[in-house]
C-alpha cells in the first residue's frame, strides 16, 4: 500500500523526516505546507508534492493518508483536530505542544476516530536503547541523572519561553521522555532555574540552566539538567543510570555498560529517525499501531512532567503528577 504523506511545517525538523521519508518505498509525499511559501517550494523541488501556504486548503484539496505536523509549539492550533476529523492518521513532532488541555482534546478525539498517532520521540527508536531496555528488564537501578547541555538555536520563537516553552520543554524533553520509557511514570516533580549570563541577544528570556528532580512511581529518583550556555559548541546530551555494581551511560545513542569490573560499549548501527518513520508508515499501511513506541497519549505524558518542572520553577514547590 502507498502511504500518501503530507506535512505542515517544511523547516529543519521537516527535512529530517522528508529525507528519511524518501528511502521508504511505500511513502510517497505529496503536500507540503509551510506559511514561508519560499521554504514550501525549495521543500517540493527536493522532494516532490505540491506547495502550500494554508494547511486548510492542503487538507482539502490533497487526498492523505497521514500527516506530518512539525511546527513550534506554540504553533499548534487546531491542526491535529482538522486533520483527525478526516480521518488522517498523525505524527506530530515534540513538543506537541503546551496546553495540557488542548493536548488531552486531541487524545480524545484520536481515541474517538481511531486515528494512528505517533509522537516524535526518536531516540526510543535507538537500536542501542532496545539493548539497554533489555538490561534494565533484568537489573534494578536506583538512580537516573540526565543532561542537555547546547547553545541557543537561531530561531527567535526558541528564546521566548511563552512560544517554546523553554529549553527543557522544547530540547531536553528527549531526555525526560527517555527516562519514561526505561523507568516508568514520574510521581513527582521540582525543579530550580538559573538566568542572567546570557543578556546579549534580543528576546531572549528563557532559562540558561535548569535541573528537575524526580521520583518515579518505581521510587527511583534522579534529576535531569538543562543548559544553553555552551553558545560556541561542545554540546551533549544523555543519561547515567546507576543500579548495584551497574553503571550506564547513554550519550546520543552511545552506550557504555560499566558492570563488576567489566566495559562494554556498543555504538547505534541503525538510524533512530528512519525508524521511527518506517514504523510510522507501516503502522499507517496495516492498521496495526503496535510498531509505533511513542503515541500521542504517551507523548502527552511527557509534556505533562516538563510543564509540570516549569510550574515547580516558578512557585519553588514539588508538583504530584
Known sequence: MTVRIGFIGAGNIAHFHLERLQRIEEAEIVGLCDIDLDRAEAAQDEFGGTAYTDYQEMLERERLDALYICIPPFAHLDQ??????????????????????????????IRERGVIAACGYQWRYFDTVDQLKSLLDQEPIGLVLG???????????????????????????????LARYL?????????????????????????????????????????????????????????????????????????????????????????????????????????DPTPIRSTYADGLKTVQVTLAANHAMRTGQMVRL
Open 147 to 177: 543532561y542537555w547541555f547546547g547553545g541557543v538555536p537561531q530561531a527567535s520563537w526558541w528564546r521566548n519561553r511563552y512560544q517554546s516553552g523553554g529549553q527543557l520543554v522544547e530540547q531536553t524533553t528527549h531526555i525526560v521522555d
Open 80 to 109: 491535529e483536530l482538522q486533520a483527525i476529523k478526516r480521518g488522517i492518521h498523525l505524527y506530530v513532532e515534540k513538543p506537541i505542544t503546551l496546553d495540557v488541555e488542548l493536548g488531552k482534546e486531541i487524545e480524545q478525539a
Open 183 to 287: 523507568l516508568g511514570e514520574v510521581a513527582q516533580v521540582g525543579a530550580y532555574d538559573f538566568r542572567g549570563l546570557i543578556h546579549d541577544i534580543p528576546g531572549y528570556n528563557v532559562a540558561d540552566a535548569s535541573t528537575i528532580i524526580l521520583r518515579f512511581q518505581s521510587d527511583v529518583i534522579g534529576s535531569i539538567s538543562s543548559s544553553c550556555l555552551l553558545t560556541s559548541g561542545g554540546g551533549t546530551a544523555g543519561l547515567t543510570l546507576l543500579g548495584r555494581d551497574l553503571r550506564v551511560d547513554l550519550e546520543s545513542g552511545r552506550l557504555r555498560i560499566q558492570r563488576s569490573g567489566q566495559v562494554e560499549e556498543s555504538t547505534p548501527q541503525e538510524d533512530p529517525y528512519l525508524r521511527a518513520s518506517q514504523a510510522f508508515v507501516k503502522a499507517v499501511a496495516t492498521g
